[in-house]
């Protein structure tokens, strides 16, 4: 019989990576919605714009930019953007884009490679970070300047096996985006290689300021990995990155990003 902990990670992963409706309350909010035939991916991607009524009105200048995984209308663009849009509007954050990236196969897209039998077991094709990243850092970054007024300060915003991607390409390529948020990540994948490996990334930290951001529940497999990853984090001493870890014992992983998402927004983009 498998270990309970392993059984209880799968679940929630299978949950977390199923496409689900807007929960009541969530409105959804005005914004803009095209496509890219994405030649990195071999597919065609729908991506959801949100921003402030100011910039459409043409009274605000560029916008720095949010990106967003699990980014499609039917899953957590409407919360973020209607979060975005009231602490924007209560003066708690300065004026943000929202790029919310709508999944296709999202295991695919959100995991690296892994040597675990039982990873491979959530999904028909896993291991296919590489690949979304080059999308988003090749194809989506110029879309998104060419049609909007943009600054060149980004971040990306994730949770769970997104939190497992926006960690990932925080460790791996650094210099894609200035801050980085994370909810829940899934750094069990691949028996915690990310974390275990991490220190080494580190010490190719290059120059650059960064911010990373990243809270975990009271759920076991998580906590079992971010934790180590603080600890990581406090004795590299990195001193252009800039991060904080929240660590939520009482929240489920169910309710992590909406406990915590002001919290993790505010200190971004205050």
């Known amino acids: 019989m498998r270990p309970l902990p392993y059984f209880t990670l799968l679940t929630l992963v299978l949950l977390a990576s199923c496409k689900h ?36 009105s043409g009274t605000a200048g560029a916008l720095p930019v949010l990106y967003m995984l699990d980014g499609g209308i039917q899953e957590d663009f409407p919360h973020i953007a209607n979060t975005l849009a009231d602490l924007v509007a209560a003066q ?39 690949q979304f990243r080059s999308f988003v850092q090749n194809e989506l970054f110029a879309e998104v300047n060419k049609r ?8 990306i915003i994730g949770e769970s096996l997104a939190g497992l991607f926006v960690t990932e390409t925080l460790l791996l390529t ?8 994370a909810f829940d990540p899934s750094l069990w994948w691949n028996d915690q290689h990310l974390v275990k490996t991490a220190r080494e990334h580190l010490m190719k930290f290059p120059s650059a300021p960064k911010k990373f951001w990243f809270a975990s529940s009271g759920a076991e497999d998580i906590y079992k990995a ?7 984090l406090k004795t590299a001493h990195i001193s252009n990155l800039t991060w904080e ?3 939520a014992p009482n929240e489920q992983h169910s309710t992590i990003f909406r406990a915590t998402k002001e919290r993790a927004l505010i200190w971004a983009l205050h």
Request: hydrophobic share 35%; net charge neutral.
């Open 21 to 56: 409706a807007p929960p009541v309350g969530d409105p959804v909010p005005r914004h803009d919605t095209f496509t890219i035939a994405s030649a990195q991916v071999g597919e065609t991607r729908t991506i959801n714009v949100w921003m402030p009524e100011a910039y459409r």
């Open 174 to 181: 650094p210099d894609m985006f200035d801050f980085y948020i």
């Open 148 to 155: 909007y007024r943009t600054t060149s300060e980004k971040g």
């Open 245 to 247: 870890y929240v660590a």
């Open 226 to 232: 971010t934790g180590p990853l603080s600890e990581t």
């Open 92 to 130: 708690k954050i300065r004026p943000v884009m929202l790029v919310g990236i709508e999944n296709t196969q999202r295991r695919r897209d959100l995991t690296g490679p892994t040597n675990v039998a039982k990873d491979k077991e959530i999904a028909p094709v896993v291991g296919g970070s590489a």
